[in-house]
T-cell receptor, first 115, second 112 residues
């Protein structure tokens, strides 16, 4: 298995533009997580899905952020409109059975820079 | 609300010596703890975990200690190797709420 795949690896955009980050989880994993990493706050959980259904989006910072999982092999995280403070590395992760009984496998991340 | 804290942003250790990375948490409901290692330009990878019913878990050179009364855990790496140089994240979760929190990370540098 190729592991969790994220695209793009790097994204530079201007403030106000829409940004879409993509993730392909490991086949067979029922859980998918989106995280954001910043220097100040470390890793933060934004949202997670179980069997394509959003379970907890309490970590999503604002309404400008939205995430979808139309099928078991694909998820998107969208920021519209983007702002400079959204600049961070965004990680997608997947696991077989949630947080604690199985470890999460992380993708390489998307480094986002909003100018 | 930083429920998981790693108060040392960086740590430098000589090769062959022990590395001790610390993590504190505030939520007494956390019952499962994990350490992740992250190299530059890569996603975090799982390193070792411990359940709250234990106070120690060992895997090769890596040992995690949990002190529930102090709400403190630590990761010991013995002996440290240059390849261990990475950022280490402490994470905590609850079985009931499925609420996972990460610390800000500690950058470990192991000098040859």
């Amino acid at each position: 298995d190729a592991g969790v795949i994220q695209s793009p690896r790097h994204e530079v955009t201007e403030m106000g533009q829409e940004v879409t980050l993509r993730c392909k989880p490991i086949s067979g994993h029922d859980y998918l997580f989106w995280y954001r990493q910043t220097m100040m706050r470390g890793l933060e959980l934004l949202i997670y899905f179980n069997n394509n259904v959003p379970i907890d989006d309490s970590g999503m910072p604002e309404d400008r952020f939205s995430a979808k999982m139309p099928n078991a092999s694909f998820s998107t995280l969208k920021i519209q409109p983007s702002e400079p403070r959204d600049s961070a590395v965004y990680f997608c992760a997947s696991s077989l059975s949630g947080f604690s009984s199985e470890t999460q496998y992380f993708g390489p991340g998307t480094r986002l820079l909003v100018l | 609300d930083q429920q998981v804290k790693q108060n040392s942003p960086s740590l430098s250790v000589q090769e062959g010596r022990i590395s001790i990375l610390n993590c504190d948490y505030t939520n007494s409901m956390f019952d499962y703890f994990l350490w992740y290692k992250k190299y530059p330009a890569e996603g975090p990878t799982f390193l070792i975990s411990i359940s709250s019913i234990k106070d120690k878990n060992e895997d090769g050179r890596f040992t995690v200690f949990l002190n529930k009364s102090a709400k403190h855990l630590s990761l010991h790496i013995v002996p440290s190797q240059p390849g261990d140089s990475a950022v280490y994240f402490c994470a905590a979760t609850t079985l009931i709420n499925n609420d996972m929190r990460f610390g800000a990370g500690t950058r470990l540098t192991v000098k040859p």
